[in-house]
C-alpha cells in the first residue's frame, strides 16, 4: 500500500495553479473510492493535480500534454527555494502584467521560465491558458485586487511530494502504455462531454478532444481493467458517459463551474465512474492437494474424465465465496463429489441415466450402504429374470456365464426399495461391467484390446463384490441436502452460487458420441427404457440422445443460452483447446453475460481415445481450459 512520503503528512499541500475543472469539490467522494491496497499512482491528465496532492501517494507518474504545465511541476519538484525568491519579486499591476506576458519563455531561464506561468495564471482573467496561432500566451489581466503570487509554504509542500514523482509532458496513451501495470491505482479527468469550444480542454492546450476521443479513452480503460490495474474516471453527466462505461459504478454528484461566460451555468452534476481490476487467477504449477474425501472417490476411465484436472478447478473455485453448485454435465461424477467433500450444496446433472445413477448412490447420498446381506442377495442366480442381456447381447462383450449373471442382478436391483440402495448397486453393476471390458468401452465387440490386465481376470462377481465396496467407502455425509438429477442441461431451474460446466466437445478430431461408447452400460442404468436398439448393428448400440453439441452451430446456440440462463451464477467451464466454439468465441459469449471472464490454460493429455488417427496425430496433447465469469 502507498503511504505519504516522510514527512509530507504534516504539510498542506495544495494546487499550485488556478485550473478550470479541478477537483477540489469533489475531494471527499474521490477519495473514498481509492483502494486499500495499490502499487504506483498514474494522473495522465494532471492539470492542477487537486487529487494527487491531497492523495500524496509515495510513488506516482503524472503527465499532462501541456509542457508549460509540466514544466512548473518539475521546477517546483527540483528548484523550489529559486522559484519562490523570483516570484517574490513579481508585481501585480496590469502594465506589469503586460510586460511580463510579452516576454519570450525561450529566452528565460528553466526557473524564469515556470515562475512566468505561475505568475500568469495568478494574475490574468479566470487562471486560463490559452495561446494564439503563434503560440503566444493571450489571455487578458484578471485585474483582481490583491493576486497572491507567492505562497512559499505551499510551493515547498507541493515540491515535497512531487520529488517521488515521475514528470512527464506527452499524450495519456502513450504514458498509459509505457507505465501501466497490473495493480496501479490510475485516475482519468479527461475534457469534459459535451465537447464546446468553451470546453476546459481548449483553454489549456492547442490540441482537441472530440467524442471520438472519448471513446478511445473508453477502450484505453478497458485495456487498463483487462491489465489489472484500479482506475477512477470523472466527467459530466452525459449520456455518452452510460455508453461508454456500461456495467461499471457510476455515480453522480453536483458541482459548481468555476469558469461559464453565463453565471447560471455555473452549475453542474459530474460523474465518478469507478473501474475495478479485472480479477487475475494465477495458478501454481502445482496446485495444493485435494482432502483425503476426494480421493475415496472410485477412480474411473470414463471418457472426458476431469480426474486428473480436480486440484486446479478447486483451485479457482475456492477463490469465491459459494455455498452451492450445480454441475450441469455430472458425467462420472468425480466433479459433483469433490465439491460435495469441500461442504457445499451439490446439484448434479446429466442427460445419461448412468451418470444420474453415480451422482444418486455418491452424491445425493449421504449415509445409505449396501450390507453384505443385500449383496448376497443381488448376487442370487437362482432368480427369474428376462434374459435380457443373455439374449440380446449373446457373445458380444461377455461370457454366456457373465451375461446370466448380469441379468440375475439387474432382476435382484428391482426388488430393492431404497433407492440409494439401488443407486448404488446399479452403479457397481456399471462399473464392474466397464472394468471387465478390455479399454471400459463398447464400441466393438470381442476381445480385440485383452491386454491381460488383472480387471480381466478377475471374475465378474468379484468385480461387483469389489465395485460394492468402493462405492460403499465413497458415501459420507457432507451435512448437506444434495440432489441429482437425469435430463437436459437447458431444462435445469436451479438457481445456485456457482454453476460448473463439462459439456460434451464438439471437436473435427473426435467425436463426443458417450452413448455410442457406453450404451451396453447406459442400458442397464435405464433398462433399455426409452431407447431404440439398432439390431442391424454389430455392437447392438441404439440411437444416441439428442444433443445441441453434436454440430458447431448447435454448440455455440447451447452455450449462449446456458448462459442467459445462469447468467446471476458465477460460471465454471471446463473445456479443450481442440474443441469449437474457439477460446475465443466462448470469452465472447460469456462476456455477454459476466462483467469479469477470466480463461486459465492447463496442459493435458486425454486419457484414451479409440481413434487416435483422428486427432491430428498430437497423441491427444491439448490444452484444457478452465473459463471463469463472475
Not at 491558458?129 to 509542500?157: M, S, T, W
Request: some cysteine; hydrophobic content about 35%; proline content about 5%.
Amino acid at each position: 500500500m502507498l503511504n505519504c512520503p516522510a514527512g509530507a503528512e504534516e504539510t498542506k499541500a495544495r494546487p499550485i495553479l488556478k485550473w478550470a475543472g479541478g477537483k477540489q469539490q469533489l475531494l471527499p467522494q474521490l477519495l473514498a473510492k481509492v483502494p486499500d491496497n495499490y502499487n504506483k499512482y498514474i494522473e495522465p491528465f494532471f492539470g492542477g493535480g487537486a487529487f494527487f496532492f491531497a492523495l500524496k501517494p509515495r510513488e506516482a507518474v503524472i503527465s499532462d500534454s501541456n509542457p508549460e504545465l509540466m514544466h512548473v511541476y518539475e521546477i517546483v519538484a527540483q528548484n523550489v527555494e529559486d522559484l519562490i525568491e523570483i516570484l517574490k519579486t513579481f508585481k501585480t499591476d496590469k502594465d506589469s502584467y503586460y510586460e511580463i506576458r510579452a516576454q519570450d519563455p525561450t529566452k528565460l531561464s528553466e526557473v524564469e521560465r515556470a515562475a512566468r506561468t505561475i505568475y500568469l495564471n495568478r494574475t490574468c482573467f479566470n487562471g486560463l491558458y490559452r495561446v494564439n496561432k503563434k503560440g503566444q500566451f493571450n489571455v487578458p489581466y484578471g485585474d483582481y485586487k490583491n493576486p497572491k503570487i507567492c505562497h512559499p509554504e505551499e510551493l515547498q509542500a507541493a515540491s515535497k511530494i512531487l520529488k517521488h514523482s515521475k514528470i512527464l509532458c506527452g499524450d495519456y496513451k502513450e504514458v498509459l502504455a509505457k507505465y501501466a501495470e497490473e495493480g496501479d491505482f490510475i485516475y482519468l479527468d479527461p475534457p469534459y462531454l459535451p465537447i464546446s469550444r468553451y470546453s476546459d480542454f481548449k483553454r489549456y492546450t492547442k490540441e482537441q478532444f472530440y467524442e471520438e476521443d472519448h471513446m478511445e479513452l473508453s477502450k484505453e480503460v478497458i485495456r487498463l481493467h483487462e491489465r489489472g490495474c484500479h482506475v477512477i474516471l470523472t466527467n459530466s453527466n452525459h449520456p455518452l458517459v452510460y455508453e461508454l462505461y456500461e456495467g461499471f459504478n457510476i455515480e453522480v454528484f453536483q458541482t459548481r463551474r468555476n469558469i461559464n461566460k453565463d453565471g447560471k451555468k455555473r452549475t453542474g452534476e459530474d460523474v465518478i465512474i469507478y473501474v475495478p481490476p479485472r480479477r487475475k487467477f494465477l495458478l501454481r504449477i502445482e496446485p495444493p492437494p485435494l482432502n483425503k474425501q476426494v480421493k475415496k472417490y472410485p477412480s474411473t476411465r470414463y471418457m472426458g474424465s476431469k480426474q486428473n484436472i480436480l486440484p486446479y478447478l478447486w483451485q479457482v473455485a475456492s477463490k469465491f465465496d459459494f455455498e452451492s453448485i450445480l454441475d450441469l454435465f455430472s458425467g462420472s461424477g468425480v466433479v459433483s463429489y469433490m465439491f460435495k467433500s469441500y461442504g457445499k450444496q451439490v446439484f448434479s446433472n446429466d442427460f445419461m441415466a448412468m451418470d444420474a445413477t453415480f451422482a444418486c448412490a455418491m452424491v445425493e447420498n449421504n449415509q445409505v450402504k449396501l450390507s453384505n446381506d443385500d449383496v448376497v442377495r443381488l448376487l442370487d442366480r437362482s432368480v427369474e429374470t428376462d434374459h435380457l442381456v443373455s439374449n440380446r447381447f449373446k457373445k458380444l462383450y461377455f461370457k454366456d456365464d457373465e451375461n446370466h449373471l448380469i441379468d440375475c442382478i439387474r432382476t435382484n436391483i428391482k426388488k430393492i426399495k431404497c433407492k440409494y440402495k439401488r443407486a448404488i448397486a446399479m452403479t457397481a453393476l456399471i462399473r464392474a461391467a466397464m472394468k471387465k471390458r478390455p479399454r471400459g468401452i463398447f464400441t466393438y465387440i470381442g476381445e480385440r484390446y485383452n491386454d491381460g490386465r488383472r480387471d480381466l481376470k478377475l471374475s465378474f462377481q468379484d468385480q461387483f463384490i469389489q465395485a460394492v465396496k468402493v462405492v460403499n467407502q465413497a458415501v459420507f455425509n457432507n451435512g448437506k441436502e444434495n440432489l441429482s438429477r437425469q435430463g437436459d442441461a437447458i431444462t435445469v431451474h436451479w438457481k445456485p452460487d456457482m454453476v460448473y460446466m463439462d459439456p460434451p466437445y464438439f471437436s473435427p478430431f473426435s467425436d463426443n458420441d458417450y452413448v455410442r461408447r457406453y450404451h451396453f452400460v447406459e442400458g442397464l442404468a435405464c433398462d433399455w427404457k426409452g431407447v431404440e436398439i439398432q439390431e442391424h448393428t454389430k455392437t447392438k448400440k441404439f440411437k444416441s440422445y439428442p444433443s445441441p453439441f453434436s454440430s458447431r452451430i448447435g454448440a455455440h446456440d447451447a452455450f449462449d443460452k446456458l448462459f442467459n440462463n445462469f447468467k446471476d451464477s458465477i460460471l465454471l467451464i471446463s473445456y479443450s483447446s481442440n474443441s469449437l466454439p474457439t477460446k475465443e468465441e466462448m470469452l465472447s459469449l460469456m462476456s455477454k453475460y459476466k462483467e469479469h471472464v477470466e480463461v486459465i490454460s492447463i496442459d493435458y493429455r486425454y486419457s484414451f481415445a479409440n481413434q487416435g488417427h483422428k486427432t491430428a496425430n498430437n497423441n491427444n496433447k491439448v490444452k484444457e481450459y478452465i473459463f471463469i465469469g463472475f
